[in-house]
């Protein structure tokens, strides 16, 4: 062959450089050089002075380097940044030539060696380049300033990236348990696809059909030893189980079914695919939970990937038991990133239950399921942040039996139930979610349950906004809940929740509706704009209002009637379109030290034997009277200051009655013939007599 090259080669002008032995040292090397160099030299004028392509095979004749000065492991970070160091660092750059004669100069390069590091063109390097894989390319790197440039370069390195790992942006794993994908072009760093490279190198690949390929090619693959490749998913469990890697496992694209994924080690699992990665990447069961935590699989992850359950006989009683994701005891894995579906009937799509099981799910999207989303239960906690739950046919999130999750920036919304539905002792911290357009309540409360609710916004529910019901507990605080079709809060059946600090407001009918021996704190909410009553307090229930502003309704400010009790004290009820206060049908509660006013009717209104107590309070500036009283209502009025009323003070009407101590009733800005009006019934000797208003002209 080299025989045939000879003849067929154009007669050269320059005489071949004289070969050196491998053997001999770098000062006899170095001697040799000028000569050779200046042979070279009569020809070499740049790229196009007619050099044969064939000079640039003499390189070979010259010593090669030995395997410890060139040797570059597996790209890992610690080579791959040495491919990078700058020209202060010793590491990876080539040792100063001897000193000839004394001069302090080094003698000039080899010509074909000058020739590739300085002539030739920038885009024929980086064709040439584009052939190496990572670990030739970081030996290059290490050659001169040039190609280490040229070696870094983001598209040498996104080719090599998505033959590897797939992703079309870079995957960023900067700490145990943590992956983001970021933009290249808004990427801190210049070559973002190469730091991901390091960070991911040490992982086996799950990757049907390619292992026997990549085991068959060494050649093809040189410097990927350390990679490992699995066809199923079961296999790279048992490689982490014998040790051949330290527990990172990346999934490729496909489908992947009826594997047995049960993990009880801190293995990490994270799909590998192009575009939206957890679309590409699918792994179901048909018989039993998709995924299983146990005990020891603490600080586990798994992103990335929908993770489906879709039994054949999916209301079978026996996957009452079987999930997608099934955490148990004493086990806190990370679930990121994932879509989870379930097409089971009789299961949850995620169970997290017993002592100690604590995962963190962030950013997944549990939808779609038939039955209920999350279920949190047997005094299991964890962190829930920024997941889509939507379109389940039950809850959302089911807590129970002493389940204590913590549950922030959820969106959950348009479930085919409630939202959220805590009960049987369930608590639970939820904070910043938007619950919204669910079927029922977008919050229920039953049981003794006593969950946390701040800072969510609850709205445009189907009925209800929150309904504690069943002697439900909870704290509700700095919520907005608005535009539901019913009441923005339920409360009844012995239920004692705090409401507090809330904006409830445009709701389809009442603000607070609380009934059937219903309790509750009601306290500094902002509560306007609603259809119906702001409060509402009926049937036997007692709870205590204060410091809540009522204003702005379509209907009254607060309605008790059928027997509701309460304390009502110190809020600020004004501009309502009906009365300030309704009493009625033998209700009894506690007005005391409440500003009324400015409203399109009366302030207080007592009828069909409405009692109670009214007393210390300013009501003031009504279209109507300030307060009226008729049909048998009885309600007690003491050191009250009623004033700016439009149709007098105190109207008494249709027999009705009152106790008013005049001593300390305060009544002024109207004329005394309108302090007291008698309509239709009472005669003024009676007036007197049950008013103590002897002594007064009528």
């Not at 390195?157 to 942006?169: A, G, H, I, Q, S």
Request: net charge neutral.
């Amino acid at each position: 062959m080299n025989s045939v090259r000879a003849t067929n080669r154009r007669p050269r002008r320059v005489s071949r450089p004289r070969p050196v032995q491998p053997d001999q040292n770098e000062g006899d090397r170095d001697e040799e050089a000028p000569a050779a160099a200046a042979e070279v030299a009569v020809e070499e004028s740049g790229p196009a002075a007619g050099n044969s392509p064939y000079q640039l095979r003499r390189k070979s004749l010259l010593p090669k380097r030995t395997a410890s000065s060139t040797a570059v492991a597996c790209p890992s970070k610690t080579a791959m940044e040495g491919a990078s160091t700058s020209t202060t660092e010793p590491f990876g750059h080539r040792a100063k030539r001897a000193r000839v004669s004394g001069k302090s100069h080094d003698l000039p390069a080899a010509p074909a060696e000058q020739y590739l590091q300085q002539k030739l063109p920038d885009e024929v390097v980086l064709k040439i380049f584009s052939y190496l894989l990572e670990q030739d390319l970081c030996q290059t790197a290490c050659v001169c300033k040039r190609f280490s440039q040229l070696a870094n370069d983001p598209i040498l390195w996104k080719r090599l990236y998505m033959e590897v790992f797939e992703y079309t942006r870079p995957m960023m794993h900067p700490e145990p348990g943590k992956f983001y994908q970021v933009s290249p072009e808004e990427h801190d760093h210049p070559n973002p696809w190469k730091d991901s490279f390091q960070q991911l190198y040490k992982g086996a690949h799950v990757k049907p059909g390619f292992a026997e390929h990549f085991y068959s090619n060494p050649g093809r693959y040189k410097g990927r030893e350390n990679m490992l490749y699995y066809d199923t998913i079961e296999d790279a469990l048992g490689g982490v189980q014998e040790a051949h890697f330290e527990g990172l496992i990346f999934v490729h694209s496909g489908i992947y079914t009826d594997e047995w994924i049960y993990i009880e080690s801190p293995i990490t699992m994270i799909g590998a695919a192009p575009g939206k990665v957890s679309d590409k990447v699918v792994i179901e069961n048909t018989r039993d939970s998709t995924f299983v935590f146990m005990e020891g699989s603490e600080d586990a992850y798994v992103g990335y990937m929908t993770i489906r359950f879709n039994p054949d006989d999916k209301s079978a009683q026996h996957h009452n038991a079987h999930h997608c994701l099934e955490i148990t005891v004493n086990c806190s894995p990370n679930i990121d990133h994932c879509i989870i579906r379930s097409t089971c009937t009789v299961g949850s799509a995620v169970c997290v239950s017993g002592q100690g099981a604590c995962p963190s799910i962030k950013h997944c999207n549990i939808s779609d399921c038939e039955n209920v989303g999350l279920y949190i239960t047997d005094h299991a906690q964890g962190i829930y942040e920024d997941n889509e739950i939507s379109n389940n046919a039950l809850a959302g999130i089911w807590v129970k039996n002493h389940g204590n999750p913590i549950i922030r920036r959820n969106h959950i919304h348009h479930g085919r139930d409630v939202g959220v539905f805590t009960f049987d002792h369930g608590m639970g911290y939820f904070e910043s979610c938007n619950i919204h357009r669910n079927r029922i309540a977008g919050f229920e409360v039953k049981a003794y349950a006593n969950p946390t609710v701040v800072r969510c916004e609850i709205h445009h529910g189907q009925t209800g906004g929150i309904y504690v019901h069943e002697k439900g507990r909870g704290q509700f605080i700095e919520n907005k809940i608005y535009a539901n079709n019913f009441a923005g809060v339920w409360i009844t059946s012995n239920s004692d929740p705090t409401i507090r600090g809330n904006a409830i407001f445009n709701g389809n009918q009442g603000g607070v509706y609380i009934f059937g021996d219903g309790r509750g704190l009601i306290e500094g909410n902002d509560i306007h704009g609603n259809a119906l009553a702001g409060i509402q307090i009926r049937t036997n229930s007692c709870p205590i209002v204060r410091h809540n502003k009522i204003h702005d309704g379509q209907h009254g400010g607060i309605y008790v009637h059928e027997k509701g009790q309460g304390v009502i004290e110190e809020n600020e009820v004004y501009s309502n379109t009906l009365a300030g206060v309704w009493v009625t049908t033998g209700s009894t509660p506690v007005l005391r030290r409440n500003r009324i006013h400015s409203g399109k009717q009366v302030g207080v209104y007592f009828y069909d034997n409405g009692h109670g107590v009214l007393e210390d309070n300013d009501i003031y500036n009504h279209m109507y009277s300030g307060v009226q009283i008729r049909t048998g209502s009885n309600p007690k009025i003491r050191r009250n200051k009623i004033w700016g009323g439009q149709n007098g003070g105190i109207l008494v009407y249709n027999s009705g009655l009152g106790a008013c101590t005049l001593t300390r009733l305060q009544v002024y800005g109207v004329s005394s013939d309108t302090l007291v009006r008698l309509v239709s019934g009472l005669s003024e000797q009676c007036v007197k007599k049950q008013w103590g208003l002897a002594g007064l002209c009528f």
